[in-house]
């Protein structure tokens, strides 16, 4: 089975600093890797994913994530954070071995709080 | 990139009454949907995986006979909720795939009286 932690319900950054939101996945094989962001009364907007090569993954608006294969992690990141960052951030795990291929699982959700 | 489109963005009806929300894939073929649901401050919970031209395959825990999910077309998929309840109001999300990977609609919000 596979699964996914987001461990922070919610996120408070500054504008204008770093933000983390963190995730751990669960596979038994080797996995893809997703994060979506979602506004209020909307569906799920992709911003980047993780499927070979490179473990630090560059996206949308600014956002990367960096794969580690040893803390079976998949951190979102961004250098410095603007108040229309605030959204509801969801991490995705899809098993590329898994006969299921089109299983997609998602954690838990970050609310990520950007204050001016 | 790819779209996907829902209809109707936010619906609210009587208890005891049918509706329907269409999924479309606009500018690619959709072999297979997903269904989704999501409660307030929760995750995406799969419902059920819908592939064209055959029945649904649902999660555990989904009444199948309460959500039924139409796949008609490589770019329709619908989900009628039957007998609507209080407890059924909740926001619908479908997401399609292409060859390569996962579009998600807008959602749609249910709201039952």
């Known amino acids: 089975a596979q699964s996914v932690a987001q461990p922070e319900d919610q996120v408070n950054v500054a504008e204008g600093n770093p933000l983390t939101v963190k995730c751990t996945y669960s596979?038994?094989?080797?996995?893809?890797l997703f994060w979506y962001v979602q506004y209020p009364n909307r569906g799920l907007q992709f911003l980047l994913k993780y499927i070979t090569g490179d473990n630090l993954v560059k996206g949308s608006y600014g956002f990367e994530a960096e794969f580690n294969k040893s803390q079976t992690s998949f951190h979102l990141k961004k250098p410095s954070a603007l108040v229309s960052d605030s959204a509801l951030y969801f991490c995705a795990v899809r098993d590329m071995n898994n006969n299921a291929g089109n299983m997609l699982t998602f954690g838990g959700g970050t609310r990520l709080m950007v204050k001016p | 990139g790819a779209v996907v489109s829902q209809h109707p963005s936010r619906v609210i009806c009587k208890s005891g009454t049918s509706v329907k929300i269409e999924c479309r894939s606009l500018d690619f073929q959709a072999t297979t949907m997903f269904w989704y649901r999501q409660f307030p401050k929760q995750s995406l919970m799969l419902m059920a995986t819908?592939?064209?031209?055959?029945?649904?395959?649902?999660e555990q825990g989904v009444e199948k006979d309460k959500f039924l999910i139409n796949h008609a077309s490589l770019t329709l998929s619908t989900l009628t909720v039957t007998s609507a309840h209080p407890e059924d109001s909740s926001f619908y999300i479908c997401?399609?795939?292409?060859?390569?990977?996962?579009?998600f609609g807008p959602g749609t919000r249910l709201t039952v009286l």
């Open positions: 596979v038994s094989g080797n996995p893809y």
């Open positions: 819908s592939n064209e031209g055959s029945k649904a395959t649902y």
């Open positions: 997401s399609a795939r292409d060859r390569r990977e996962r579009f």
